[in-house]
C-alpha cells in the first residue's frame, strides 16, 4: 500500500479530513483527482471508478476496502473494472455506486 494510501484513505476511514497531492478526504467522501470515490453514510461505504477506470483509482478504492475490513476487491478483467464482493458475486463496475458490505 502506498504511502498516500496509508494517510488519506485511513483518514477517510476513520472519519477524518486529510489531504495529500491528488487524493482527499472531506466530509465523509474520498476525492481522487476531484473526482468522488468513495463515500461514507453512517456504517454503510459506498465505492465508484466516477468514470476513470485507472490503476490509481483501482489502487485508492482496494486501499479503502483493506483499510475499511471488507472482503470486497475491485480488479480489472478485459479493460473493465469489476467488484468482486465474494461469493461468486462479481459485477462489472459503471460509474454507479456500489454498496460495499
Not at 20 to 42: C, F, Q
Request: glycine share 8%.
Amino acid at each position: 500500500m502506498r504511502q498516500i494510501e496509508k494517510q488519506v484513505v485511513g483518514a477517510f476511514v476513520r472519519g477524518e479530513d486529510a489531504r495529500k497531492d491528488n487524493t482527499v478526504s472531506e466530509g465523509g467522501t474520498l476525492y481522487l483527482h476531484g473526482n468522488p470515490i468513495a463515500m461514507r453514510e453512517g456504517n454503510r461505504l459506498f465505492i465508484s471508478h466516477a468514470g476513470w477506470q485507472t490503476r490509481t483509482t483501482q489502487s485508492r478504492l482496494n486501499a479503502v476496502l483493506t483499510l475499511a475490513d471488507k472482503w470486497s476487491r475491485v480488479y480489472t478483467r478485459k479493460g473493465f473494472m469489476q467488484l468482486d464482493r465474494g461469493e461468486s458475486d462479481v459485477v462489472e463496475m459503471s460509474r454507479d455506486w456500489y454498496l460495499v458490505d
